[in-house]
């Protein structure tokens, strides 16, 4: 069974670099067409797509953030990773890593639990 | 990229239908069959209960259904049951290969 666990600081300060990774375990990162993605959930908000990566280096980013960040996979930790420079207390949400379904124009089938990251001096 | 537009919020009694709608542009919900509809139970991660418009994953309950007409997509859930009580959320493929998502609906079981 596919399982996705984000993990991340918890807290971070303003101006800092948050970096957030997504373990993989129950199938290969790298193998198929999967496209893993970062959604991320301010407190009593919607949800907002950040981007999405396939193993092959192939990326979709989400122009409208302003938050300037990179998305990236370690096929040899089977993991992803967000990494957001310069946050401030509007990058304060729960984020989350997803499996989009064999084709990244479809939905996400498969979701981690979410971290919660706060950003607070 | 705009935000999917939703209603906020929604109610229904137990074993009536409602309906969810989520309205976009023809660079996304009207240009693509890419649609996906999905439920998040408070504190919970979001779970995916339909793709391209109106194909349910294996398990989701008969009870949902998803439709689109030019710009709109809709989801209807029949059946109203207490555990439908939930926060449900749309998202399309768009022109410019991004993922946009719904600002949310509240779903109140009367």
């Known amino acids: 069974q596919l399982q996705l666990q984000e993990s991340g600081p918890g807290l971070v300060k303003p101006s800092e670099t948050l970096s957030l990774t997504c373990a993989v375990s129950?199938?290969?990162?790298?193998?198929?067409?999967?496209?893993w993605g970062w959604i991320r959930q301010p407190p009593g908000k919607g949800l907002e797509w950040f981007g999405s990566?396939?193993?092959?280096?192939?990326?979709y980013y989400n122009p409208s953030l302003k938050t300037q960040f990179t998305i990236s996979v370690d096929t040899s930790k089977n993991q992803l990773s967000l990494r957001l420079s310069s946050v401030t207390a509007a990058d304060t949400a729960v984020y989350y890593c997803a499996r989009h379904l064999d084709n990244r124009q479809r939905g996400f089938d498969y979701w981690g639990q979410g971290t919660l990251v706060t950003v607070s001096s | 990229q705009s935000a999917l537009t939703q209603p906020a919020s929604v109610s229904g009694s137990p074993g009536q239908s409602i309906t969810i709608s989520c309205t976009g542009t023809?660079?996304?919900?009207?240009?693509?069959?890419?649609v996906s509809w999905y439920r998040q139970h408070p504190g919970k991660a979001p779970k995916l209960i339909i793709y391209?418009?109106?194909s349910r994953p294996s398990g989701v309950s008969n009870r949902f259904s998803g439709s689109k007409s030019t710009n709109t997509a809709s989801l209807t859930i029949s059946g109203l049951q207490a555990e439908d009580e939930a926060d449900y959320y749309c998202?399309?493929?768009?022109?410019?290969?991004?993922?946009?998502f719904g600002g949310g609906t509240k779903l109140t079981v009367l």
């Open positions: 990566t396939h193993y092959s280096g192939n990326t």
């Open positions: 023809s660079s996304d919900v009207g240009g693509y069959n890419f």
């Open positions: 998202s399309s493929y768009t022109s410019t290969s991004t993922v946009v």
């Open positions: 129950g199938a290969s990162i790298s193998s198929g067409p999967y496209y």
């Open positions: 391209d418009v109106s």
